[in-house]
């Protein structure tokens, strides 16, 4: 009986690729996953603090916009355009209130009631409190009814 020809190359060590080389085996790649993880890790949580403050400043804009709008239709109609802007907020923030009423007397153009709110957002997230995006406004206008 002939024994099987071997191919010429020497055994490297055990393992699937074997010992050295660009394949490392099995116990030449120890702590691998933790280098990975501690480049890869920072660049993941920017990101999902990113998405977070975001999501909260996007958030306090449309509240903001909304009881703009709605103290902006309150005084056009008479009614009290800051507590309106109290109601539509509701002690999520507290929005700094500029109120210009309906003219009286008659006017060229139809007269308009002008609501100009100012907020502050207070970002909850490391990454958040390096940006300036912290002040926020907004204008709500309603023609004047009556």
Not at 60 to 65: A, G, K, N
Not at 100 to 126: D, E, H, Y
Not at 128 to 140: D, E
Request: net charge positive; glycine share 12%; aromatic share 6%.
């Amino acid at each position: 009986m002939t024994t099987p020809r071997r191919s010429g190359r020497p055994d490297h060590g055990s393992g699937r690729w074997g010992g050295v080389g660009i394949f490392p085996g099995p116990h030449g790649d120890r702590g691998a996953a933790a280098v990975e993880l501690a480049i890869v890790l920072p660049v993941l949580l920017m990101i999902i603090f990113g998405i977070i403050d975001f999501g909260r400043a996007y958030n306090q804009r449309l509240i903001l916009t909304e009881a703009a709008r709605e103290g902006a239709r309150a005084e056009a109609v008479g009614a009290n355009a800051s507590q309106q802007v109290t109601n539509v907020v509701n002690n999520r923030f507290v929005p700094t209130v500029s109120v210009t009423p309906c003219p009286t007397g008659a006017a060229p153009t139809p007269p308009s009631a002008t609501v100009n709110l100012t907020a502050t957002f207070k970002p909850i997230t490391p990454l958040g409190k390096t940006l300036s995006w912290n002040v926020m406004t907004a204008r709500g206008v309603m023609t004047c009814v009556g």
